[in-house]
Nanobody, 125 residues
Framework: QVQLVESGGGLVQAGGSLSVSCTAS????????MGWFRQAPGKEREFVSA????????FYADSVKGRFTISRDNAKNTVYLQMNSLNFVDTAVYYC??????????????????WGQGTQVTVSS
């Protein structure tokens, strides 16, 4: 059972930056990809970004491309999401996830097997 522990998040003013991280208890063939998803109140969960452990391929939702950067530290089993130029619509609970989706389904949350507890990101106007 892979466990994911998130940290970071918090309150930031619009235009500001914030970083969240997610540490996995282990890396196996069952969790070769790590993803970030978010869910705002009253909205469905949506894909934000993902990265593969081995190759470092990165994926972004169009809404965050150019503002968010995902990275990984294999030695620490940790994935980071640096969020810049935040705006109100970025307010959500951010979840990290681990799994073995294909590169074509990496944006599909249903393809991930393990989830973190979520961390709140609030952007004030």
């Amino acid at each position: 059972q892979v466990q994911l522990v998130e940290s970071g998040g918090g309150l930031v003013q619009a235009g500001g930056s914030l970083s969240v991280s997610c540490t996995a208890s282990e890396r196996t063939s069952s969790n070769f990809a790590m993803g970030w998803f978010r869910q705002a109140p009253g909205k469905e969960r949506e894909f934000v970004s993902a990265i593969t452990w081995s190759t470092g391929f990165t994926f972004y939702a169009d809404s965050v491309k150019g503002r968010f950067t995902i990275s990984r530290d294999n030695a620490k089993n940790t994935v980071y999401l640096q969020m810049n130029s935040l705006n109100f619509v970025d307010t959500a609970v951010y979840y990290c996830a681990a799994g073995s989706p294909s590169l074509w389904t990496i944006k599909n949350g249903n393809r991930y097997d393990y989830w973190g507890q979520g961390t709140q990101v609030t952007v004030s106007s």
